[in-house]
């Protein structure tokens, strides 16, 4: 069975600082996927991220980068010059392949930009 | 690009009324399509998992006689409460994905489901 766990209920950070949302994972696969998903007070699910578990090299879209470190199973999330417009929940994701790729998701990280 | 359309996005009824919703892929064809309820401030819990022209694939603890899931082309899934009651008020959200290892799922923006 996989796992995706995320320590951190609740977060805040003060608008243009950084801040860095923390996901461990558990699966028994080597080739495997992982995801960070955005969800605001909309309830629409973005995708903000993803990292293939054979790269070495951490991804990066915009102000959003990860910090991949596959031998401790970690998946962190870092949001750059944060925005207000970041303010959501923030889902970690892993999908460690089978017949129809089904992602496993953590509970969640809610993140508060403060003005 | 990859868009997904969800229908109806709210939807109050009496209680017994079935209730369908429509998940559309509109610019790709999706072999998979996924379908979650998800309760106020939890993560999405997965309910089924649907293959184009196969039977749906349930979770454990989901009633298949309760929620019905049709996926009858590679751009519509359909999921059907059957004689809804207050229980199973809930928001309800579907993805579709790609073919390929790599590809993510890409989400619906929900139902919200009020059952009177």
């Known amino acids: 069975a996989q796992t995706v766990t995320q320590s951190q209920p609740e977060m805040s950070v003060q608008e243009a600082e950084t801040v860095t949302l923390s996901c461990t994972y558990d699966t028994s696969e080597s080739d495997y996927y992982l995801f960070w998903y955005k969800q605001p007070p909309s309830r629409q699910m973005i995708l903000v991220i993803r990292?293939?578990?054979?790269?070495?090299q951490n991804a990066t879209e915009n102000r959003f980068s990860v910090n991949f470190q596959k031998a401790a199973k970690s998946f962190s999330l870092k949001i750059s010059d944060s925005q207000l417009g970041d303010a959501a929940m923030y889902f970690c994701a892993l999908n460690s392949g089978g017949s129809n790729y089904k992602l496993t998701f953590g509970k969640g990280t809610l993140l508060t930009v403060n003005p | 690009g990859a868009v997904v359309s969800q229908h109806p996005s709210r939807v109050i009824c009496k209680s017994g009324t079935s209730v369908k919703i429509e998940c559309r892929s509109l610019?790709?064809?999706?072999?998979?399509m996924f379908w979650y309820r998800q309760f106020p401030k939890q993560s999405l819990m997965l309910m089924a998992t649907?293959?184009?022209?196969?039977?749906?694939?349930?979770e454990q603890g989901v009633e298949k006689d309760k929620f019905l899931i049709n996926h009858a082309s590679l751009t519509l899934s359909t999921l059907t409460v059957t004689s809804a009651h207050p229980e199973d008020s809930s928001f309800y959200i579907c993805s579709a994905r790609m073919p390929g290892a790599d590809q993510p799922q890409h989400f619906g923006d929900g139902t919200r489901l009020s059952i009177l």
């Open positions: 649907s293959n184009e022209g196969s039977k749906a694939t349930y």
């Open positions: 610019d790709f064809q999706a072999t998979t």
């Open positions: 990292q293939e578990a054979y790269k070495q």
